[in-house]
């Protein structure tokens, strides 16, 4: 499909150069603020990691544009430098027009500049692409630098950036100099489904469209962020990959592409079919209880169990002949949320479907009486998902707890013996 027949003026998913739109994520937003704390730290050296496609050269990019026009910024690929073509990179960077010198020299000079620029201005920020493609002699060198300091601090503020985990390289004595001063051990995250979501769209509408939810509705933002794990980068081939695959529109299911995924740099472990909202902690759903368009309350579901009903016993006691004294029961594991109805006598309701049991998805609406609960979770499991795949023992520990819960009650309910109330006659 050509970008004139997706109402785009130009294409919305480059791979390369600047993006059209700046879109912010948790994750995102959390490595902006490591990257300023890091500069304005007095010993002010961090890593960045995450695996290719993660948005690292993005992020960077914008950091840097944000920074003052007379701060000394290096930013350097790293990959297969020796001390010397590091460091002559590092220095041209700085405005030196070189001609070849020894190792010595450049260090000789970079050490001067640096310690001049910490002392009258700011310290100089040099920042390392690909550092663990560095030559052995060239990580030498940065042990030297890392190892300048001036009254207000060390000399060189550093941020080394890598597509794998830099643990291992740190834990070798060689790399004290460096170790010693880390600020931050920062591993990047990838968005999550509703942050997918406003990435693509937000893309689209900076392209020109006027309806990027009719060009990747929410069944294709969900898709894509499946087959991306929600790593930007990732996130960008695979829209314009089903952009051109698609003939109409909406972008139809077919049209998307599902690659091998990448894990995450914070542990090797991670397996890259791991569902990307466990790897970014989600907020918790959200109950909005109305009745006849009033909200009667707003609750966050911040316990893994909340019990619904007109006893005051209930997590949400709502005082309506119509409820039942214990109505229906929430069950919450990892990102799914189960809906048990507890053999009401009016029935429970999900979306004007009577359930039994439901798996709940974003804004469904339960209804008990003439109550309506909207259940808000962007992060929620799809309510396609099958029961068996949420925890069964979790659900029967639950309930059993729950039985507890209502013996104790129902107890609580007896009158106490006494020796004043009448005896039988027999």
């Not at 759903?285 to 707003?298: E, Y």
Request: glycine letters at 6%; aromatic letters at 4%.
């Amino acid at each position: 499909m050509d970008l004139g027949t997706a109402g785009l003026t130009e294409q919305p998913f480059p791979t390369h150069g600047k993006p059209l739109a700046v879109v912010t994520y948790a994750s995102k937003v959390a490595a902006l603020e490591m990257l300023a704390d890091t500069r304005k730290h007095r010993s002010g050296l961090s890593l960045l990691q995450g695996p290719p496609l993660s948005g690292k050269t993005t992020l960077i990019r914008g950091f840097v544009e944000s920074l003052p026009d007379d701060h000394a910024i290096a930013v350097i690929d790293g990959k297969g430098l020796n001390t010397t073509r590091l460091l002559i990179s590092i220095l041209r960077q700085f405005g030196y027009d070189l001609e070849t010198s020894s190792a010595n020299e450049l260090l000789g000079l970079l050490r001067v500049f640096a310690l001049q620029q910490a002392a009258s201005h700011e310290a100089p920020l040099l920042i390392i692409e690909n550092t663990h493609e560095l030559n052995p002699s060239a990580l030498r060198a940065l042990c030297e630098l890392a190892e300048l300091r001036v009254r207000t601090g060390h000399a060189v503020k550093m941020i080394l950036v890598s597509d794998r985990s830099l643990k291992a390289m740190m834990t070798a004595r060689a790399m004290a100099p460096i170790a010693s001063r880390l600020v931050h051990d920062f591993h990047l995250r990838p968005m999550n489904r509703a942050e997918t979501k406003e990435y693509l769209q937000a893309k689209l509408q900076a392209a020109g469209s006027q309806f990027p939810a009719f060009v990747f509705p929410d069944s294709i933002c969900e898709d894509i962020w499946r087959a991306s794990g929600g790593w930007p980068g990732i996130v960008d081939r695979v829209a314009l990959l089903a952009l051109a695959r698609s003939h109409s529109l909406p972008v139809s299911l077919s049209s998307i592409e599902h690659p091998s995924l990448p894990p995450g740099t914070w542990d090797d472990t991670v397996q890259a079919d791991v569902e990307p909202d466990r790897l970014v902690p989600a907020a918790p759903p959200r109950l909005i209880v109305t009745n006849n368009g009033s909200v009667m309350s707003d609750v966050t579901m911040t316990r893994k169990r909340i019990l619904l009903g007109r006893s005051a016993h209930n997590d949400i006691a709502i005082n309506s002949r119509f409820i039942s004294r214990h109505h229906a029961l929430l069950v919450r594991h990892a990102s799914t949320t189960f809906l048990m109805d507890l053999n009401s006598s009016n029935g429970t309701f999900v979306n004007s479907i009577r359930v039994s049991n439901h798996v709940l998805s974003h804004d469904d609406v339960i209804t008990i009486g003439h109550h309506r609960i909207k259940f808000h979770d962007p992060h929620a499991t799809p309510g396609d998902v099958t029961s068996h795949e949420f925890d069964d023992t979790a659900i029967m520990k639950t309930l059993e707890d729950m039985r507890n819960l209502l013996a104790r009650e129902n107890t609580a309910l007896l009158p106490t013996a006494s020796e004043n109330l009448p005896t039988i006659q027999t």
